[in-house]
């Protein structure tokens, strides 16, 4: 008889249909602790961003309602209006009532008078540099500029343009005019012009960046020894270099007085205006700038007071403004001149420019007043009961038809010496007023009277 068998020793792989009892396979207590919180912390990352990713869907971000309902309405007159819109144009439509609806100096250019604004600032244009005879619609040339191209490719006294690039010009106005004379993106073009003799040439210009001279009329004052003028048309980035050399010329002619003209003067770069007054003054505040950001005091300290001495009477009107403005107000608080004519505009703010070249636009907003030396404030709607910016110190009234011929005088383009020979010719074969004579002009006479040492009328001004 055989002795009793030990059980077997379990196998180690159980069959495959056979169940395993939980005696025989009993997991780890701390295991099962540790998966059940790894299993509980990805549900809860799961929830968590799917919740997050129903609250972006469900919740919107905040709405600026400005920008909402610019977009609702210019969405609404896209699809509305009689005519196709661009988003260009109704954006431009925008940006323009945006600035100009803040005061009345405030503007927005756009990508079409972007150019005409840089040129009010910087004193050049691109063209062939011609001065038209009126009206400029005739396309006909009272002189070329010296040493334009113009004058380089054969233009001379009297011609008349009658094709540009092969076609025929008859019917443009100045404005177009000009913009056929000087295309973007075109080197040169192509003129055929009829002389005063009645002789056809044709001729290739090559439009340059020129200077437009904003201080015009420089001359000894005829009958009156030691006595200059000039006028100042506009303050640009190059006016005060113009200044400075026309009155030099002057003085070496033998000016000890000079009489400035600042009517019609409708102001521009501060900058010029500052560097002009302080030419006449050893030290101290020109004009303050105040305002929320900007306050910024300029002194003549540190500018050469080259016509320092002269004798100078200041021309005004009721079409002087802004940089005029300070550049008169200055001189009158340091009683460094006698401001003559009339009551000016009041323009006393500060516009801050800015150009946006990825949009070929520019714009200029208020940001500060003017005050003077004395610290006057130039705003006529600073104060409810003034309609004027400074009174002058002797006050010369003149009627409406001569301001306007005065204007147009002013405004004049003067020939040069070598275009007067021609000129004069053309006048006395045509029997027309080609150079005409300038109108009497009382202020003008009333300041010549105050260099003279005399005491004109019709009145004093009783206070600034």
Do not use: C
């Not at 004009?287 to 050469?304: K, P, Q, W």
């Not at 009721?318 to 009041?346: I, N, P």
């Not at 004395?374 to 003149?398: A, C, K, M, W």
């Amino acid at each position: 008889m055989s002795e009793p068998q030990p059980p077997p020793e379990p196998s180690t792989t159980a069959p495959i249909n056979r169940r395993t009892e939980p005696s025989e396979a009993r997991p780890d207590p701390a295991e099962v602790a540790g998966a059940t919180a790894v299993a509980l912390f990805s549900l809860g990352m799961t929830a968590g961003m799917l919740l997050l990713l129903i609250g972006f869907t469900l919740i919107p971000e905040p709405v600026n309602e400005a920008t909402a309902e610019f977009e609702a309405v210019s969405a609404f007159a896209a699809s509305h209006f009689v005519r196709e819109l661009s988003p260009t144009e109704l954006s431009e439509r925008a940006l323009h009532g945006m600035l100009d609806g803040l005061d009345d100096y405030s503007r927005y250019h756009d990508r079409g008078d972007a150019e005409r604004a840089r040129r009010e600032i910087d004193g050049d244009f691109r063209g062939i540099g011609v001065v038209f005879k009126p009206p400029t619609s005739d396309a006909q040339i009272l002189f070329p500029v010296d040493g334009s191209p113009a004058v380089k490719a054969g233009v001379r006294v009297g011609d008349r343009f009658v094709e540009i690039d092969g076609e025929a010009i008859a019917g443009l106005n100045g404005t177009e005019l000009r913009e056929r004379l000087a295309p973007k993106g075109r080197k040169f073009v192509n003129v055929r012009v009829v002389g005063l003799d009645g002789e056809t040439r044709d001729l290739v210009i090559e439009p340059e960046l020129l200077v437009d001279p904003t201080v015009r009329h420089v001359g000894m004052i005829e009958g009156e020894p030691g006595v200059g003028y000039l006028a100042v048309r506009s303050f640009t980035n190059n006016t005060s270099r113009e200044f400075d050399r026309e009155l030099t010329r002057l003085r070496d002619q033998g000016a000890e007085s000079v009489i400035l003209d600042f009517r019609f003067n409708y102001g521009g770069v501060l900058d010029a205006a500052v560097e002009m007054a302080g030419r006449f003054l050893d030290k101290g505040v020109i004009v303050s700038s105040e305002g929320r950001i900007h306050n910024e005091a300029h002194l003549a300290d540190d500018i050469n007071p080259l016509f320092k001495g002269l004798g100078v009477v200041v021309l005004v009107n009721g079409d002087s403004a802004s940089a005029s403005e300070v550049f008169a107000g200055a001189l009158q608080d340091y009683r460094a001149a006698v401001v003559v004519g009339e009551a000016t505009f009041g323009k006393g703010m500060l516009q801050t420019t800015r150009s946006f070249p990825a949009f070929g636009s520019r714009a200029k907003v208020t940001s500060a007043y003017f005050y003077s030396p004395s610290h006057r404030n130039f705003e006529r709607s600073s104060d409810p009961d003034r309609d004027y910016g400074i009174l002058p110190d002797l006050t010369v009234s003149i009627d409406e038809a001569r301001r306007r011929s005065l204007h147009v005088w002013i405004a004049r383009y003067d020939p040069p010496p070598s275009a007067l020979t021609a000129l004069l010719e053309w006048e006395a074969d045509s029997d027309e007023s080609i150079l005409p004579e300038p109108p009497r002009d009382p202020q003008l006479e009333a300041a010549i009277a105050i260099l003279r040492g005399e005491s004109p009328g019709p009145r004093l001004a009783e206070s600034r």
